[in-house]
């Protein structure tokens, strides 16, 4: 079936870097793009970026330019988002999501800033 | 702050049809399609709607989406005790070049 599996639970101190992973199965990992969506504890979700996994093309949110950057590796089919300069407020479950209406959503990953 | 706007609360009870409305502008809902999510406390959004008014496979036809002009609604008819839950819509905006959020609404069934 298909499914994103995503990394574990991360802890990070302010100023660090933090890189997630998001895993495709079941499905052509280069014909979908992903979208990566975070929610801040009882907050709403907040769109972060697109990336095509197949050219590597990227689209960043304004709030997040200069500090975030995604990557893939088409190989082991799996997408990386990866935040650098993290701070207190970047605390959150970041999600990665298949295609621009994102029908099909890991798990979630915690980030703790 | 968002973009879109939502309602923060519904409410109805079982069996009820409930409407949530979504409120944007020409850069957004105006010409993109709209895409609603629903989330259930501690996991992660499951898809509803797509492009505005379309249903994937497993969800009930009891949901519809729909928009006019600037503003989306989702309606929930026969509302069941698990549609306890938030939703989100959600956008393209131009201006932006990105995707946008509602703040989402809590739905609760009484």
């Known amino acids: 079936q298909v499914q994103l599996v995503q990394s574990g639970a991360e802890v990070k101190k302010p100023g660090a870097s933090v890189k997630v992973s998001c895993k495709a199965s079941?499905?052509?990992?280069?014909?979908?793009?992903i979208n990566w969506v975070r929610q801040a504890t009882g907050q709403g979700l907040e769109w972060m970026g697109w990336?095509?996994?197949?050219?590597?093309?990227?689209g960043y949110a304004q709030k997040f330019q200069g500090r975030l950057t995604m990557s893939r590796n088409t190989s082991i089919t799996t997408a990386y988002l990866e935040l650098s300069s993290l701070r207190f407020e970047d605390t959150a479950v970041y999600y990665c999501a298949r295609q621009s209406y994102m029908d099909v959503w890991g798990k979630g990953a915690t980030v703790t800033v | 702050q968002s973009v879109l706007t939502q309602p923060p609360s519904a409410s109805g009870t079982p069996g009820q049809r409930v409407t949530i409305s979504c409120s944007g502008s020409s850069s957004n809902i105006g010409s993109n399609a709209v895409t609603w999510y629903q989330q259930l406390p501690g996991t992660a959004p499951k898809l509803l709607i797509y492009i505005t008014n379309q249903r994937p496979s497993g969800v009930p036809d009891r949901f519809s989406g729909s928009k006019s002009g600037t503003s989306a609604s989702l309606a929930i008819s026969g509302l069941q005790s698990e549609d306890d839950a938030d939703y989100y819509c959600?956008?393209?905006?131009?201006?932006?070049?990105?995707?946008?959020f509602g703040g989402g609404t809590k739905l609760t069934v009484l």
């Open positions: 959600a956008a393209w905006d131009d201006s932006l070049s990105g995707r946008v």
């Open positions: 990336m095509n996994p197949d050219s590597g093309n990227t």
């Open positions: 079941g499905y052509t990992f280069t014909s979908y793009d």
